[in-house]
């Protein structure tokens, strides 16, 4: 009975803050229509916004085989014609910094890039807190027993939702030996990578019985940094489930009752690449 009480009142939050995101959505654009206040305006006064963004920059954390971030800067000051004019070139992998795993990563045949549907990456989430187990076992990996405690507390994750995992590894960005474990590049590197991670059986019954539309994950992989057959890449991929990595810190978020906006470049036939993602809150009454 209190699983039931809790579940329903977690999914009139739920269908509450969805209703308040949407109508939101909608004033915004009704306020460009009829000349009202910008968007970005509308939308900072009548919400909370949190970035779950880390910059891109030369500190950013790539995996240990891939070349690292460069802004290549190609023009910058004043021009023959009298106005300013700066212009960079940017050389990044799909894979580093703040970004998403399309299916066809690691899934045959699977959605590119742009193939993925908008509606994938924009809906309600909710936030799980496993920073407890993390700070214990850097190889740490998700159980299905620490989403049913978190249940248990908030109710049922509702179908559709995009779940974030909170390890606290955040904190360590954008120090590569703190965050991945190792300063090492290349093979050795990989063999050396210690974070926390999703079970894979965990990102099963994501799946199957809560029907989820996204997962993200504040670490380098949503698989643990020892993974050598990246089994929950797999199980969540092959099922057209985006995943989210190196998310910027989560601890800001409420464990449920936001929305969550993660638009990646729009590459065509891209296997991931960066993202954008924000996390919306109600307005403080």
């Known amino acids: ?32 229509v009829a000349g009202h206040p910008r968007v970005d305006r509308l939308l900072t006064e009548q919400s909370r916004l949190i970035d779950l963004t880390h910059s891109f ?9 891939e070349q690292d971030f460069r802004l290549v800067v190609q023009q910058v ?18 894979h580093g910094g703040t970004h998403i795993d399309a299916p ?29 187990q993390c ?25 559709g939702t995009i779940v974030l995992i909170d390890t606290g590894f955040a904190r360590y960005w954008p120090s590569r030996q703190e965050y991945l474990g190792t300063e090492l590049k ?10 926390p991670g999703l079970h894979p059986d ?10 989820v539309k996204a997962v993200g994950i504040d670490t380098a992989s949503i698989d643990y940094g020892q993974s050598t057959t990246f089994e929950t890449h797999v199980a969540l991929l092959s099922q057209n489930v985006p995943v989210l990595e190196n998310l910027a810190d989560l601890r800001d978020l409420p464990p449920n009752g936001f929305g969550v906006i993660a638009l990646p470049m729009k590459i065509a036939g891209g296997t991931g690449g960066p993202l954008r993602v924000i996390a919306v809150l109600p307005p403080l009454h």
């Open 202 to 211: 965990a990102a099963t019954w994501l799946v199957r019985e809560r029907q």
């Open 104 to 132: 066809i990563h690691f899934s045959k045949g699977g959605q590119t890039l742009d193939q993925v549907p908008i509606e994938r990456l924009v809906g309600g989430g909710v936030r799980i807190d496993v920073r407890a």
């Open 135 to 159: 700070v214990s076992d850097r190889d740490y990996r998700v159980t299905i027993q620490d989403f049913e405690r978190w249940e248990t507390v908030h109710g049922l994750i509702p179908t």
């Open 186 to 195: 290349g093979p050795e590197g990989v063999r050396a990578l210690h974070f």
């Open 77 to 94: 000051g004043e021009t023959p014609g009298g106005y300013y004019y700066a212009s960079n070139r940017l050389e990044l992998a799909e």
């Open 57 to 65: 920059g030369a500190d950013t954390i790539v995996w240990p085989t």
């Open 1 to 32: 009975m209190l699983k039931q009480r809790l579940n329903h009142s977690w999914v009139s939050a739920g269908h509450q803050a969805a209703g308040w995101l949407l109508g939101l959505c909608l004033l915004a654009g009704a306020g460009c």
